[in-house]
């Protein structure tokens, strides 16, 4: 680990020799700490728009992992993601969005406290532009802290 400085057998003296070696000692540390870091942040990262589902004893689809959601909260706002838009900017932004991929999941989130017929207004104009894969989403009856259930859609 270290370098001798003293003689050798022969009345020499040894010249010193940096050490080869490399501690990795703090390096692990450091990425020690960037991992509870990242442990802790990660799920203050997952913001959304605070909808309260519905609750229903289907179970759940298949889906893709980042689905496309529109949510409508109890004021009857509409949100792409974490965006506000109004109904009627609610179809050309999706369009812009999934110009790339014409077959997104859209999930469609309703607060149980708003009127049914926002909920289908909703529906009505993604129907409209042509979005086929629209599918509610719901919550698990019983279940306090569930994870959203996918309802089948059109």
Known sequence: MGASIGARKG??????RPMAEINVTPMV??????????MVTAPLMTAGVQVDLPKTSATPL??????L?????A?????????????DQLAPRLQAITAQKPDTRIFVRGDKAIDYGRVMDVMGTLGSAGFAKVALVTEIKGADS?????????
Do not use: C, N, Y
């Open 11 to 16: 009345g020499h003296s040894r010249r010193f």
């Open 29 to 38: 540390d450091v990425m020690l700490v960037l991992l509870v870091i990242f």
């Open 62 to 67: 298949k889906g893709e992992d980042q689905p």
């Open 69 to 73: 959601s529109v949510s409508i909260d």
């Open 75 to 87: 004021h009857g706002k509409i949100w792409i993601q974490e965006t506000e838009v109004e109904l």
């Open 146 to 154: 569930a994870k959203p259930v996918k309802k089948g859609g059109r």
